[in-house]
């Protein structure tokens, strides 16, 4: 503008003024937008801030020429300018930049006109109709910490600025005002663009959207978002974004209110740092959090409450990310275990060498008692902790830590080391617990600045290989300082002695952890002298000491067969899909027979292809259940056994991968031999040989001596014979050769059908009877005749082993076992060859003598033998009263061609003299009347055998009988009688007692059928 001036010292008729020009210039000064111009100048480079000084006048130029303006005019241009060259030139500029994320200072005139107006809009959101907690209005109106974390940004204004942060945001993103303020929200999210992207998907984009359409005071939006704090931190909250009409300056405000979730966070999410370091493995897991974040948002549950209440919202979320993280690998079981420690692995490197030769060279010599232990870092199981980091991680491990856990150290660092601990929390603070809190108090000393007051010290852990078998550990850790940081090494050296016994311990019983805590206890002495004493000293001294005095009842009694295969002498017969194995697992059985299927539908061609692709998952079924009740943990001090048909010999491999699978092995398998001729049996044999594996033993089940022979013929070795057998049954002459040709082999007996066919033996008055005088189970006096014999014993159901329900405690069997009386006194009373029995032992009832199992062919011969005339070896005693019962219920069953013993404890319902006996006279034999005779005969107390009874005059039917070879099955006569004989003494039962309740034993029985 031209513009006159006069100047007041000088006469005006000396100059004109009329024909000069002056510029006047006024100048403005830009405190306004003078961040935003800092920030973009505040460059070292002179050239590149000439070059942006010069784009800015050239854009000013642009905007004012030929234009007139006062100034306020002036002002507005340059609010409108000045953000035009900073979205134009600041791209890239380090103080425009938040990671990957563009957002410089837009806002800066629009927070200028926010000024003040702070507690309107708070009454104004404590005013809607679902207003936040009352209790946080007066923390918020003022502006504190306590308060609701919040920002405010500018509708109208280009890139919708920040004009307000709450301190309790500040404090919670770590970002203050003065960098915050005049920029786009989206510094608050994760600078990893493709982080942001796979996350919170739209979510920008629909609170753009939200911003520019037509509200009304009042509206509202609620998002699920993942933030970014500023030191790279992450976190997820819900937040309400409340549209705002402020009436005093007729301005639109969005007012957003942030509620973080308390959650853990995966590793993948977790920092920018790690990001940076992982960003090429994390793709499929983005995807997988993307793809569970879109779904959480539209939850039918968690989406409406977060409009109506948002703290119930935060709560369902919470609960949801915790089970979706069960699902990812941050996750080993219920310990959580997320590999943020990469920053820390990262700057380990270098620091191995001097660590190991400079400050470790005496620590592991002294520790392994070796002079070369340094040399062996390949062999020795080594890890170092890195204190400082956040969760204590990894940031080495050895070699040798690789082979003998499973765990490879792509996985394993960066994590802290609990993934080694028990899966199950519970079970591990019960095993672990205290060894636990020693060791992090350990840690947090290795967090000071001060030398630690416990240079190194011992842990006794148990641990998990990744394949889930657990192991016993005895640890060493040592504090070691490497270029002014500390770090803490650990040497373990896992229990290889004693591991069966070792596996009982982790049975979760009071016994087990008794075992346990006074292990720990003798580990506590050595303390002390953790410098001066190296681990495989410790171990060698615990071991002798603890198994000194370790109890009966937490070892199963077994064999030892001379070639090493120890197997447990009571095992349960299960079939591949059988549940009872964990109630004999629970119950102190430690011998598994797995059944194959037998049948005639899996000799076909497509039953045994049936049988080949279910049979696995069967299986797999039951050992999943396994460890799920965590009995998988007694993996070592089980034996497992396989019995299969001839015809199913080609699935053993299938049958091995899958128990291998979860960390099972298979120490013998059983071909079932029965029905085989011997030429069948040697091609059988080649191929189970074949199948097997080299560490594994074979047996047969069903042999005799001719399938044993044929077997022999072929240089073939047999570890394990199984034979019917029970203490009921005499053995014939092939039966004891049997018996002799597997003790001179070094091959293991095993006895099947221990109880009996059909467990008649249990119910026979020989069993009840010693039972009876040593307060015992049937069952567990077969048992113990068992191992009295040196037979090993399958049982097959749980609840033979028990007279009433199987208990629900732990080792139920085994407590009733070792609280029978020894094998020596069983067998004594069993077979009557002690008349004396512990005063504990003894009970109320009647003592008879141990009967015998006799056979007779012709009923009628039995009669004149049961004479008066008879004479005894014994002296001659007062008589007794012998019964003799025919039962209707066997003699027709005999009739049926139907072998096997029924007892119905019935009683004689009619009494008839020997004389007029129809069965004595020769009369109708197949008479079903149920006849019962009294004899007179004396009654030795010492007598033992039928023969004592009788003496010489014993009639040929009761001599010992030499059974023929059997004949094909139409030349075998059936019998046409069947014999029941008791004796019982007339004192033990008064004479007004009923007589059902006299307490006859019976003495023989003979069907004839075998």
């Known amino acids: ?64 020429q030929n234009v007139e303006f006062c100034e306020k005019e002036a002002h507005a241009i340059l609010n409108s300018l000045i953000p035009a060259w900073l979205l134009e030139c600041g791209r890239g500029v380090p103080t425009c930049m938040v990671g990957q994320h563009f957002v410089p200072r837009l806002g800066l005139a629009p927070l ?37 974390a919040c920002w405010v940004v500018d509708v109208r204004s280009k890139d919708l600025p920040l004009v307000f942060i709450s301190q309790a945001l500040q404090r919670l993103s ?191 010599r002294r520790v392994l008692a070796d002079d070369r232990a340094e040399e062996r870092l390949k062999e020795i199981i080594m890890t170092v902790v ?100 500390r770090y803490i090494v650990s040497v373990m050296l896992p229990f290889l002695e004693e591991r069966v016994r070792f596996a009982e311990l982790l049975s979760d019983d009071p016994e087990a952890l008794e075992q346990q805590k006074r292990l720990k206890g003798l580990l506590a002495r050595h303390e002390g002298g953790a410098k001066f004493i190296s681990l495989e000293a410790v171990q060698r001294q615990l071991l002798s000491v603890f198994f000194a005095d370790f109890p009966m009842l937490l070892q199963a009694p077994s064999v030892r067969s001379p070639n090493g295969l120890e197997i447990p002498i009571f095992g349960l017969e299960v079939s591949a899909n059988n549940t009872q194995v964990s109630g004999a697992l629970k119950a102190g059985v430690r011998h598994v027979h797995i059944l194959l299927p037998s049948g005639p539908t899996t000799r076909a061609s497509d039953g045994s292809t049936f049988v080949r692709k279910i049979l696995p998952l069967k299986l797999a079924e039951v050992l999943n259940n396994l460890q799920q009740q965590h009995l998988h ?57 074949q199948a097997k594996a080299p560490s594994e033993a074979v047996g047969i089940f069903g042999g005799n001596q001719r399938l044993l022979q044929a077997i022999h013929r072929r240089g073939a070795f047999v570890s394990i014979c199984a034979v019917k057998v029970h203490p009921g049954k005499r053995p014939d002459e092939p039966e004891m050769r049997l018996m002799s040709k597997l003790a001179c082999n070094g091959t293991l007996p095993m006895a099947y059908g221990i109880f009996g066919p059909q467990n008649s033996w249990l119910q026979s008055s020989q069993a009840q009877s010693a039972a009876g005088r040593l307060n015992i189970a049937p069952s567990t006096l077969a048992l113990k005749w068992a191992e009295y014999k040196g037979f090993l014993a399958l049982v097959p159901d749980l609840q033979d082993l028990f007279a009433s329900e199987v208990p629900v405690e732990h080792r139920s069997f085994m407590r009733l076992y070792r609280a029978a009386p020894s094998v020596e006194i069983c067998s004594s009373v069993l077979w009557g060859t002690t008349g004396v029995i512990p005063e504990v032992l003894t009970t109320p009832r009647a003592r008879v003598a141990s009967p015998k199992l006799c056979r007779s062919k012709d009923f009628q011969q039995l009669i004149p033998g049961l004479c008066p005339g008879a004479t005894p070896k014994a002296p001659k005693k007062e008589a007794q009263a012998v019964k003799q019962q025919i039962l209707p219920d066997l003699v027709k069953r005999a009739h049926q061609g139907r072998p096997g013993l029924v007892w119905h404890g019935e009683v004689a319902s009619k009494r008839l003299q020997v004389e007029a006996s129809p069965r004595a006279a020769g009369g109708n034999h197949d008479s079903e009347e149920m006849v019962e005779a009294d004899y007179n005969l004396p009654w030795p107390s010492e007598m033992e055998d039928l023969d004592d009874l009788l003496g010489s005059s014993a009639p040929e039917a009761l001599k010992p009988i030499r059974r023929p070879r059997p004949q094909p099955p139409l030349r075998r006569k059936r019998p046409r009688e069947v014999l029941i004989v008791s004796v019982g003494e007339d004192k033990v039962v008064p004479e007004e007692t009923d007589e059902a309740a006299c307490g006859y034993k019976s003495l023989f029985v003979s069907l004839g059928m075998k």
Not at 28 to 56: H, I, K, S, V
Not at 116 to 127: I, Q, T
Not at 255 to 282: F, G, N, R, W, Y
Request: glycine share 4%.
């Open 633 to 689: 943990y007694l993996r070592e001090a089980m034996v497992i056994t396989v019995r299969t048909p001839p015809h199913l010999v080609f699935v053993l491999a299938e049958v091995r991968k899958t128990l291998a699978t979860a960390g099972y092995s298979v120490a013998c398998w059983f071909l079932d031999v029965r029905g085989c001729t011997p030429a069948d049996v040697g091609d059988h044999w080649q191929a189970i040989s």
């Open 174 to 364: 770590g970002f203050d005002a003065d960098f915050a303020l005049a920029r786009n929200v989206q510094l608050f999210q994760p600078k990893k663009q493709r982080i942001d992207q796979a996350i919170n998907n739209e979510e920008s984009a629909r609170l753009q959207e939200f911003s520019e359409q037509n509200r009304t005071h009042g509206d509202v939006m609620a998002s699920l978002l993942l933030l970014e704090r500023r030191n790279g931190q992450r976190f997820f909250v819900v937040q309400q974004t409340f549209y705002l009409k402020e009436p005093r300056s007729d301005r639109s405000y969005l007012l957003s209110v942030l509620h973080p979730i308390e959650t853990p966070m995966p590793a993948v999410l977790k920092s920018h740092q790690i990001t940076e370091l992982s960003e090429d493995e994390m793709g499929m897991a983005l995807d997988e959090w993307g793809m569970f974040l879109i779904q959480a948002r539209e939850d039918p549950v968690g989406k409406p409450l977060m409009l109506s209440n948002v703290q119930k919202a935060c709560e369902v979320y919470a609960l949801s990310f915790a089970a979706f993280l069960r699902t990812c690998e941050d996750y080993v079981g219920d310990l959580f275990v997320p590999k943020i420690g990469l920053v820390e692995v990262h700057a380990f490197k270098g620091v191995l060498e001097p660590l190991v030769h400079q400050k470790l060279r005496a620590d592991l």
């Open 112 to 148: 200028k006109d926010f000024q003040g107006l702070w507690p309107h809009l708070v009454r104004l959101l404590f005013r809607l109709k679902n207003p936040p907690s009352e209790e946080m209005f007066q923390p918020t109106l003022h502006d504190q910490e306590q308060g609701l």
């Open 1 to 64: 503008r031209h513009v006159w001036l006069q100047d007041p010292t000088v006469f005006e008729s000396q100059f004109d003024f009329s024909a000069k020009h002056f510029i006047l210039a006024v100048c403005l000064p830009l405190y306004t937008q003078m961040p935003a111009l800092r920030d973009l100048l505040n460059n070292d480079m002179l050239e590149t801030n000439m070059q942006l000084t010069a784009r800015l006048r050239i854009m000013l130029m642009e905007r004012t």
């Open 386 to 485: 890195d204190p400082s980091g956040e969760d204590d991680p990894l940031v080495w491990i050895s070699p040798g830590f690789e082979e003998y856990t499973g765990y490879q150290h792509e996985w394993v660092l960066g994590r802290n080391c609990r993934f080694l601990q028990p899966k199950d929390f519970d079970r591990n603070q019960r095993f672990n617990g205290d060894q636990l809190h020693k060791l992090r108090k350990f840690c947090l000393e290795g967090r000071k600045s001060s030398p630690p007051t416990v240079p190194t010290t011992l842990a006794l852990l148990l641990n998990e290989r990744r394949n889930g078998s657990p192991f016993w550990n005895l640890s060493s850790f040592i504090h070691v300082e490497v270029n002014e940081k």
